[in-house]
């Protein structure tokens, strides 16, 4: 049973154009979502992270907007450039433990 | 380095050998985690060392898997008897409290034959 759904499982962007990538939780427990961007052969990167009694976050061209009651979050990247092409993976913590969604390769077109 | 380091970055073993993967935190984290992460998924949980207490391994597969953290700084996760299913990229990641932000390394991909 999967913690963390995450969609779109792909996404192809315009150079300029705004990336949404959702994900959707159940466990209410949940206390603290980051967002990870990972290259092909490296570790995951923390991008950006959201505390469930705020409900939006900026940083730079990346934002997180979380929506408690329907119990969802979304990355949007501002402005993608070709250097956002990789893989971003939304996760929620609870109690030790992180839970990761199944990534969205994600690639902008120049 | 100052980040964390994982060694080997590839290892290739055959069906029903052991293998050893290692990890050096971030100098001072307290926390280190152990992930599994197959081809084209997300990484999925194995264990957590608070310092050198493995607070939970409910995320290790089998009884096949063991992880230690000794001293608190290095850990090595270890698969005897390993099996094809085995076969993913072994991420390690630390942070310096017992949540937050968490520093991945590049991993280790292994590879049963």
């Known amino acids: 049973q999967q913690q963390v759904k995450q969609s779109p499982q792909s996404l192809i962007v315009q150079k300029g154009g705004i990336s949404i990538i959702n994900c959707a939780y159940e466990?209410?427990?949940?206390?603290?979502f980051p967002w990870y961007q990972q290259f092909p052969g490296k570790g995951p990167a923390l991008l950006i992270a959201?505390?469930?009694?705020?409900s939006e976050k900026k940083e730079g061209r990346f934002t997180i907007s979380f929506n408690k009651s329907a119990k969802q979050f979304s990355l949007h990247i501002m402005d993608s450039q070709p250097g956002d092409s990789a893989t971003y993976f939304c996760?929620?913590?609870?109690?030790?433990?992180?839970?990761f969604g199944s990534g969205t390769k994600l690639n902008v077109k120049p | 380095g100052a980040g964390v380091s994982q060694s080997p970055r590839y290892k290739v073993a055959k069906r029903g050998q052991d293998v050893a993967l290692r990890c050096d935190p971030i100098?001072?984290?307290?926390?280190l985690f152990w992930y599994q992460q197959a081809l084209g998924q997300g990484p999925e949980f194995l264990t957590y060392?608070?310092?050198?207490?493995?607070?939970?391994k409910s995320g290790l597969p089998s009884d096949r898997f063991f992880a230690e953290r000794p001293e608190g700084s290095v850990s090595t996760l270890k698969i005897q008897r390993t099996q094809q299913e085995d076969s993913a990229v072994y991420l390690c990641?630390?942070?310096?409290?017992?949540?937050?932000?968490?520093?991945f390394g590049d991993g280790t991909r292994l590879s049963i034959l």
């Open positions: 990641a630390s942070s310096p409290a017992d949540w937050g932000p968490q520093h």
């Open positions: 466990n209410t427990a949940f206390d603290y």
């Open positions: 959201i505390r469930p009694d705020v």
């Open positions: 996760a929620a913590y609870n109690f030790n433990k992180f839970y």
């Open positions: 100098s001072g984290h307290v926390s």
């Open positions: 060392f608070q310092n050198e207490a493995q607070l939970d």
